[in-house]
C-alpha cells in the first residue's frame, strides 16, 4: 500500500481527534482485573466536559475491572485511523452521577441509564495520554497527551 497523503500536523490530528469525540457513538473500552486478565468491549460513550463517560454494569466484568483498576484504555475501531486514550477511572452510581455528564449521555445515545436497572453506573474516563496517527508516516509525532496535558 502505498500511502500518498502528507501527515497531518500534530493540531490537525488533536481537531480531528476531538471531532470524532463528538460524532463517534461506540469506543473500545480495555480493562483487566487484578490477575491482568484483559477483557475489551465496545461500549457507548459521550465525550463531556474534558472526559469520555461511559455506563455499564458493575456486575460484570468491565465495570468491575473500572471500578476496582481505575484505569483503562480506550480506542476506536478503525486501524487506518488510531485513537489511543489511556485514563484515570471515577465511578458514579448512578443517583451520584453529575446531572449535566448524564444528560449529555442520555442525549447522543437516547438511553438514560438512571431509569433502568440499579447495577448500572457511571464512569468518567480522564485522560492521561492520547496517541493519534493514520498510517506509519504519522508515528513520528503521535503523541497528543502527556501526563493529562495537551502537547499541541
Given at each position: 500500500m502505498k500511502i500518498t497523503e502528507p501527515p497531518r500536523t500534530p493540531e490537525q490530528r488533536k481537531a480531528d481527534?476531538?471531532?470524532r469525540l463528538e460524532r463517534e457513538i461506540d469506543i473500545w473500552v480495555a480493562t483487566a482485573d487484578a490477575e491482568g486478565v484483559p477483557?475489551?468491549?465496545p461500549l457507548w460513550f459521550v465525550w463531556h466536559d474534558e472526559a469520555v463517560w461511559l455506563c455499564t454494569r458493575l456486575t460484570?466484568?468491565?465495570?468491575?475491572?473500572l471500578r476496582d483498576g481505575r484505569r483503562a484504555r480506550l480506542a476506536f475501531g478503525d486501524t487506518r485511523d488510531v485513537v489511543l486514550v489511556d485514563g484515570e477511572v471515577?465511578?458514579?452510581a448512578s443517583p451520584g452521577v453529575p446531572p449535566a455528564a448524564?444528560?449529555?449521555f442520555r442525549a447522543k445515545t437516547g438511553w438514560d441509564p438512571r431509569g433502568d436497572h440499579a447495577s448500572y453506573a457511571f464512569f468518567r474516563v480522564l485522560p492521561r495520554a492520547v496517541q493519534?496517527?493514520?498510517e506509519e508516516h504519522e508515528?513520528?509525532?503521535?503523541?497528543?497527551m502527556r501526563d493529562g496535558v495537551w502537547v499541541v
Open positions: 481527534l476531538l471531532d477483557c475489551l468491549v460484570n466484568p468491565t465495570g468491575r475491572n471515577e465511578t458514579y448524564a444528560e449529555a493519534a496517527w493514520c508515528l513520528p509525532r503521535r503523541h497528543l
